[in-house]
T-cell receptor, first 115, second 109 residues
Framework: NAGVTQTPKFRVLKTGQSMTLLCAQD?????MYWYRQDPGMGLRLIHY???????AKGEVPDGYNVSRLKKQNFLLGLESAAPSQTSVYFC??????????????FGDGTRLSIL | AQRVTQPEKLLSVFKGAPVELKCNYS??????LFWYVQYSRQRLQLLLR??SRESIKGFTADLNKGETSFHLKKPFAQEEDSAMYYC???????????FGTGTRLKVLA
C-alpha cells in the first residue's frame, strides 16, 4: 500500500517549458488536492477534485491546469513555466466528508525549479 | 477572511520542558481544526484533530472558540518531537483546507 505517490520528485525546467506532475493514490479516495509550498507561506491550494472527471480552482490556480480522468490519478500541468512557479508541490487525498472532514494523506512532494 | 496563523516560525525547547505551539484562526462558519506534522525526510501526516479529542504521542490540542485558538501542547518534550508542525482548518462539510505557515520545533538535548 503505497498511499499517495508523486512523480517526479525533482525537476528543473527552463522558462516557457511545459510539464505534468503526476499524483497517484491507491486508497480509493474521492478527494484529491494539489498544493504548493513556498517559504513563509505554508501550503496553498492550487486545484482540487471531489471525484473522477471533476476539478475546481483553489486559492492560487493561475498558470496551472489539472485533470482527473481516473479516480486514482490527479495530474497537475504547467503549460508555460515561469520562475514564480518554483516551489515544492504536494498532492493529497482524502475520503469524502461524513459528518466531519476527513484528514488528508500527503505525497512526498515534488521540488520544481524554473530557471 | 479565512486564515490560520502560527506566530512562531521556530520554537526551541529543552528536552523535558513543556511545549506549546500556537495556532489562531479566523473563520466565519463552523471550523474543524487539525495539526499535521512533518518529521525529517518523511511526508506530512496527521497528528491530531479536534473532534477526536485524543492524545497522540503525548500531544493534545483544545479548540477554544472564544479565543479562536487551537494550540498544541505537550507537557514534556522529547528529542523525537523535533519536526515541522502545521495547523490546518477546514470548514465543516467543505472540501478545502487552509494551512498555517508552520512552526519548526527543535527539542534540544
Amino acid at each position: 500500500n503505497a498511499g499517495v505517490t508523486q512523480t517526479p520528485k525533482f525537476r528543473v525546467l527552463k522558462t516557457g517549458q511545459s510539464m505534468t506532475l503526476l499524483c497517484a493514490q491507491d486508497m480509493n479516495h474521492e478527494y484529491m488536492y494539489w498544493y504548493r509550498q513556498d517559504p513563509g507561506m505554508g501550503l496553498r491550494l492550487i486545484h482540487y477534485s471531489v471525484g473522477e472527471g471533476t476539478t475546481a480552482k483553489g486559492e492560487v490556480p493561475d498558470g496551472y491546469n489539472v485533470s482527473r480522468l481516473k479516480k486514482q490519478n490527479f495530474l497537475l500541468g504547467l503549460e508555460s513555466a515561469a520562475p514564480s512557479q518554483t516551489s515544492v508541490y504536494f498532492c493529497a487525498s482524502s475520503y469524502p466528508s461524513t459528518g466531519s472532514n476527513q484528514p488528508q494523506h500527503f505525497g512526498d512532494g515534488t521540488r520544481l525549479s524554473i530557471l | 477572511a479565512q486564515r490560520v496563523t502560527q506566530p512562531e516560525k521556530l520554537l526551541s525547547v529543552f528536552k523535558g520542558a513543556p511545549v506549546e505551539l500556537k495556532c489562531n484562526y479566523s473563520y466565519s462558519g463552523s471550523p474543524e481544526l487539525f495539526w499535521y506534522v512533518q518529521y525529517s525526510r518523511q511526508r506530512l501526516q496527521l497528528l491530531l484533530r479536534h473532534i477526536s479529542r485524543e492524545s497522540i504521542k503525548g500531544f493534545t490540542a483544545d479548540l477554544n472558540k472564544g479565543e479562536t485558538s487551537f494550540h498544541l501542547k505537550k507537557p514534556f518534550a522529547q528529542e523525537e518531537d523535533s519536526a515541522m508542525y502545521y495547523c490546518a482548518l477546514s470548514g465543516s462539510g467543505t472540501y478545502k483546507y487552509i494551512f498555517g505557515t508552520g512552526t519548526r520545533l527543535k527539542v534540544l538535548a
